[in-house]
């Protein structure tokens, strides 16, 4: 009689731990995918002058490199869905130095996804999409080392292979944080100490601002506006 006490307990404990496991999960839901995110956050940002690639952070603000900030005093917004959001983005703010612009939309995004920014180093796995040469391509590649530009100013040095209108593109960890954000493109040696021998050659490298610019950059901008 005990034993079929303890058998009926047990039972009803797994039962409730299962649906209670189950009550979670319908009210987390599944993560957003890298496709998800692409597809309602990552932007293109088309002017007279050109074009780049931004990503939003939040229903009405995107983030992308300042020189493409600088190009224009208002741009057309195109999702990767296809859909076109013809209406003009006063610039909010830009930092030169981390080559980082923030935009502002008057209509917010309503399919946006809240992302994190997470942190970046060295030998890091990364993926970024942008719209190179006007058209969308997704990258894989890893944070090959710092680099410190003309300014002192922080950057990532990875593999990516980067085009007009890919600066200003998210660069995602694999857990879909946001790490870093496209700045320019470069050829890139790296030299030996001694005897100046090229030990590695990045043709095509490119330079990110990473994620301990984006988080500088945030906390200023939201203490300008006085939220946390």
């Not at 999960?25 to 088309?46: E, F, Q, R, T, W």
């Not at 006063?90 to 942190?119: M, S």
Request: contains cysteine; charged residues 15%.
């Amino acid at each position: 009689m005990r034993n079929s006490t303890k058998d009926a307990i047990g039972g009803i404990g797994l039962i409730v731990l299962v649906v209670g496991a189950f009550a979670l999960m319908l009210h987390d839901g599944p993560k957003p995918s890298s496709v998800d995110i692409y597809k309602a956050n990552v932007v293109k940002l088309s002017a007279m002058g050109g074009h780049g690639t931004g990503v939003y952070i939040s229903p009405t603000h995107i983030l992308t490199a300042c020189h493409v900030v600088n190009a224009a005093d208002a741009f057309v917004v195109t999702r990767l869905v296809g859909e076109v959001e013809a209406r003009a983005v006063p610039i909010d703010q830009c930092n030169v130095d981390f080559d980082i612009g923030l935009l502002k939309v008057a209509t917010p995004n309503e399919d946006f996804i809240p992302i994190e920014v997470g942190t970046s180093y060295l030998g890091q796995k990364v993926h970024s999409g942008g719209w190179g040469r006007g058209f969308f391509s997704f990258k894989q590649a890893f944070a090959s080392l710092l680099h410190s530009d003309d300014t002192g100013n922080l950057r990532w040095l990875t593999s990516f292979s980067v085009n007009p209108g890919d600066s200003g593109s998210p660069v995602f960890n694999d857990d879909n944080e946001l790490v870093g954000i496209l700045s320019a493109s470069r050829a890139y040696q790296s030299i030996a100490p001694y005897g100046g021998v090229v030990i590695d050659t990045f043709p095509n490298a490119s330079l990110t601002s990473p994620s301990q610019n984006i988080k500088t950059f945030l906390k200023k901008w939201r203490a300008s506006r006085g939220t946390s």
